[in-house]
């Protein structure tokens, strides 16, 4: 292996700031003295890392230099062919993944829980969706991974997919059979693409899933700036593929790329990927012995479940990564939106996200005892708040509505606003999704339905984030005219 405790994209900045080189370059801020506010606030030092490309720190769009160099150690780290800096976030990823593997009307393989990314890219690839169902865990009420057997199906009614998207592992966790999934695509000359934007750890403890890179997958998106460290909007893009050439994902990615990639959030990327090699197991150790510890405080607490990998060993749900702190709290009578607000307006805390039945705490090694001490404290006081309860009785989970136009036909057709409750039997023209995680309810170019609508009734009366409709109160939705 190169040496993996180098940071040659950090030095360059750090050197070129040593220059004090006169700037007469964008951006316009120059080092901070032209916003003096937000260069007092944050640090002089920080907005001097604020740089544009150039000979000494090269280009994002055809790295030759220390750029170049940062990414053949984030590939060699994953055990990757090649890797890709992303300052705009996983999605940029993902959808970068599915226009380089898919042609105008060729099929790719969905889970109905992806991340409303993946519509993106089948809208800007103009790729023919083919949705499967998610296993769902009906006492939790959270879709998991999905299972062999699904793809296999979906494979002989289609067997002219081009790829196969996969989430690994899921928000809360789980995942799917990466490795047996994989080998059956590859049988079949599919592509496997994998948005890993919650699993950039795994690949660096012996006690957390399989990552997508060391089960073989062809790409994958990761969120460096969730789990591995690095600063918000940091990701990285994986490749290694028979199936593919890296020139093609190349030439997708510069489509989209900036020409004035931020220097401080690759920075972060080049720092991020060493800490992981060098001090990722010690680092995950500790996050795991937190989240567990918690795990097993919040489980004494009555009327809480912190659900963890006594829910694996299904299919969909083959291992768990058990830094994910999700906790049921539908035995309090009360759902998991309620009480993401209560931790926030009354104990100072913020989760990650809740949905009808859970919250989710992502717990790193950036936290320490007394962080989990006072999420446990707090999850306490409200349990003795509160009459336990049965199970709230709530809206079954939509299936995958009918397709009756692509997204991308859907995207650029005609559309008219009605009434939410006057919709049922017209055909989407945005989506409607949860958010986070981000998963869509309702897709472009979907049938409404009756339950679909109670549904999203449902989740509005509870409070939910609803996000994707031109109407942010949803009373209204756009059809096609």
């Excluded at 489509?255 to 090699?277: E, G, K």
Aim: contains cysteine; negative net charge; aromatic residues 6%.
């Amino acid at each position: 292996m190169s040496n993996q405790e180098r940071t040659p994209l950090f030095d360059a900045v750090k050197r070129h700031i040593e220059k004090g080189v006169a700037q007469f370059h964008v951006p316009g801020h120059k080092q901070g003295r032209g916003l003096p506010d937000l260069s007092d606030y944050i640090g002089s030092r920080a907005m001097q890392m604020d740089l544009n490309g150039m000979e000494d720190l090269d280009y994002i769009n055809h790295p030759t230099g220390a750029i170049a160099d940062a990414q053949a150690l984030m590939a060699e780290a994953y055990g990757a062919e090649r890797a890709y800096f992303l300052v705009n976030g996983t999605t940029s990823g993902v959808q970068a993944m599915i226009m380089a593997a898919c042609r105008p009307g060729d099929k790719i393989i969905i889970p109905r829980n992806a991340h409303r990314s993946t519509i993106g890219g089948v809208i800007l690839s103009d790729a023919l969706p083919v949705y499967i169902q998610p296993e769902i865990n009906s006492e939790l009420g959270i879709a998991m991974g999905v299972s062999l057997s699904a793809i296999q199906k979906a494979l002989y009614r289609h067997p002219d997919t081009r790829a196969i998207l996969l989430v690994n592992p899921t928000y809360y966790g789980y995942t799917s059979d990466l490795p047996a999934i994989i080998d059956f695509a590859h049988e079949k000359g599919v592509l496997v693409l994998v948005d890993e934007a919650h699993g950039s750890h795994l690949h660096f403890h012996p006690r957390l899933p399989i990552s997508a890179m060391a089960a073989g997958a062809d790409m994958a998106a990761l969120s460096l700036h969730k789990t591995g460290g690095a600063l918000t909007q940091s990701s990285v893009l994986l490749y290694r593929s028979n199936l593919v050439s890296s020139e093609t994902l190349e030439a997708v990615l510069n489509l989209s790329y900036t020409s004035s990639a931020s220097y401080l959030l690759m920075s972060s990327l080049d720092l991020a990927r060493r800490q992981l090699v060098m001090h990722g197991e010690e680092l995950l150790e500790k996050a795991l012995h937190l989240t567990c510890s918690a795990r097993e405080a919040v489980n004494s607490i009555g009327g809480l479940y912190a659900f963890g990998t006594e829910c694996t060993g299904t299919p969909g749900s083959i291992a768990f990564d058990e830094t994910k702190l999700g906790i049921n709290v539908c035995r309090l009578g009360m759902s998991g939106y309620q009480a993401e607000i209560a931790l926030r307006e009354n104990y100072n805390l913020q989760i990650e996200l809740s949905d009808l039945n859970n919250i989710l705490a992502i717990v790193s090694w950036g936290h320490g005892q007394t962080d989990l001490d006072k999420l446990v404290d707090a999850l306490r006081q409200i349990s003795y708040t509160r009459i336990f309860k049965d199970i709230r009785p709530c809206p079954k989970i939509v299936h995958c509505p009918e397709m009756m136009v692509t997204p991308r036909t859907a995207f650029y057709s005609p559309s008219r606003n009605i009434i939410l409750q006057e919709a049922a039997g017209e055909i989407a023209a945005e989506m409607v999704m949860a958010y986070p995680p981000g998963i869509p309810i309702l897709c472009m170019g979907e049938r409404i339905t009756c339950d679909i609508i109670d549904y999203i009734e449902w989740l509005k009366n509870e409070q939910c984030e609803l996000q994707g409709t031109a109407d942010p109160a949803l009373e209204y939705i756009r059809v096609l005219a």
